[in-house]
């Protein structure tokens, strides 16, 4: 029904039009919603008001600064594409590689580089999760120095969102076995 958009225009109650495309977005892969998610973003988004107090917006730019320059350094990251300095560091204590899904085998590219994330081995040791350290850390040998700390410390692999997803499920359905015995 989608691909007749003329039929669908001809209307001028488009509603069913726009329920049929929300339910199509939820089979969306991760890449493809995190996409619509940052254009949808840039096109105006609930923003938090300006404050009164001069140092809360400094810290907020320099934040927001901070956030915009490590962005195409955790693509690379994920990618395998760092320095081989920087990349022989992290691969040290990660378990697999950089730049492929530990499970599927699946490439990372600059364009599917939002739908992979680094999984924790361990999870009971786990201290922070690592979006937390690729996209709240200021500077970039702090997420480098704070990244290795915690795959040392609860060990990570690199999975893509479907690996990622399936492995979340296991380990949950885990829990509430133990839980239950």
Known sequence: ??????????????????????ALRSFLCNACHMRISSHNKEMGSKRKPVSDILAVNKNRHRYNTYRETNRPKVVLL???????DEKQRVEKYLTGKLGKCNKCGKKCTKQNAKSFHFNHLNTLKKTKKFSNILCRTLLWKTVLKLLIAEIKRAGAELLCSECHAEHTAEDRKRKRALLLM
């Open 78 to 84: 994920k990618t395998g594409c760092l320095r081989v």
């Open 1 to 22: 029904m989608v691909a007749q958009h003329a039929y669908w225009k001809n209307f001028k109650t488009v509603q069913p039009y726009v329920e049929e495309i929300q």
